[in-house]
């Protein structure tokens, strides 16, 4: 049978949504690791970002296009539901994930997992800089889910893959996991969907392993 090659860094949050798509759909995957800008990512992604997939002779880019295509191509629950209102709420989501929450959580992730110090230890200047948006971010998803299971609706749908591995980091990270921890609706949210086993089967290993296989 033919698998579905999703390639990328596991630690990416990215990479890791695309995988859990391909779980929750029980179609078989493999994850073959690789960084961004590396001649196997080049190949298909025209800005070398990851992750990109692979389907026997068919590439594939964009962590959403990857679900889009897994949640089309397999059977199993849908991933993005059929429902002219609930499936917008998904692209909303998605939407607002990729381009207001990400950008504004990505430096505050850089200054600890690549921080330009001289002695490589978190770059405080920069944490405290970018913290009042990172709350902001975390006031809005708190609130998104308050009378919620889910971001879309009660059904766990891509909406609910694309935000989990963002909010991993942000609840590992000492400030934004003590903004979490204030969050309540949030952290039930996440403490209910880190159960899965998408998110189980998933877990990435330490930034610290990407660092070492770069340098
Ligand atoms: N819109 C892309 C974003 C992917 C992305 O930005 N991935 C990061 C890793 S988390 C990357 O490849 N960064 C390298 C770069 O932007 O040059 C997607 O959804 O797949």
Known sequence: MTEVEIIGAPQSPFVRAARM?????????????????????DCIHPFGKIPVMRYGDFELCESKA????????????????????????????????????VPAVIPYFGAYFFPKTPDGQPDRPAIERVLPDVRARIDVLNKAVANTDCLAGNGFTYADMSILPVLAYLRDLPESGALVAEARDLTRY?????QRESFKATVPPPFSELRASAS
């Open 190 to 194: 996440f403490d209910e969907h880190s």
């Open 21 to 41: 798509a391909c779980v929750e759909k029980g179609a078989a995957y493999r994850l073959t690791p690789a960084r961004p800008h590396s001649p196997e990512v």
């Open 66 to 101: 990857i679900a889009t295509f897994v949640d089309r191509a397999f059977p199993g629950p849908k991933l993005f539901p059929e429902d002219a209102k609930l499936g917008a709420k998904v692209e909303q989501w998605v939407s607002i994930t990729n381009t207001a929450i």
